[in-house]
Every structure is written in structure tokens, then in C-alpha cells.
């Protein structure tokens, strides 16, 4: 999957460059929304890694039904 195809608050299965191991990450712009300072939320942690130590293959699609929210104002917004 190419860079250019990635949106922010989205998931996707994801690979660390050198590691064999895939995993579900997030891309995140919570240090700002312009792509340059996109990054990788790690799940079940705090920290945030940078696009390019990720190889991406595809979007995880949401089951029907389900809207994740990435925070809590969003949530309030729909309620």
C-alpha cells in the first residue's frame, strides 16, 4: 500500500521494517493534521513511531455497524 493512499484515524495491517510480525496500527495526527506530521500510534501503548518504520498492506475495516471515535469530542458530536 503507498503513503499516499494512508488517512488519519484510520487502521491498517501494518509490518515494521525488519520485523516479520504484523500488526493492526493507527495513523495518527495528533501532532498535527498536515501529513508531514502523521505518525504510527503503536496499539496498547502511548508511543507513536513514524510512517516510514512501517511497511502497510491494507485499511482493517470496521465491523458493520461499529464508528470508532478517536476521541471523546467526535462522540459527543453524533450523540
Known sequence: ??????????????????????????????FGGEREF??????????????DNFEFFSAVDCPAGLHYSPSLQDRDDRH
Open 1 to 30: 500500500m503507498d503513503r499516499p493512499e494512508l488517512e488519519t484515524e484510520k487502521f491498517y495491517w501494518a509490518r515494521r521494517r525488519g520485523s516479520s510480525r504484523t500488526e493492526i496500527v493507527m495513523v495518527s495526527s495528533v
Open 38 to 51: 502523521w505518525t504510527v500510534a503503536v496499539m496498547g501503548s502511548e508511543s507513536h513511531a513514524m510512517l
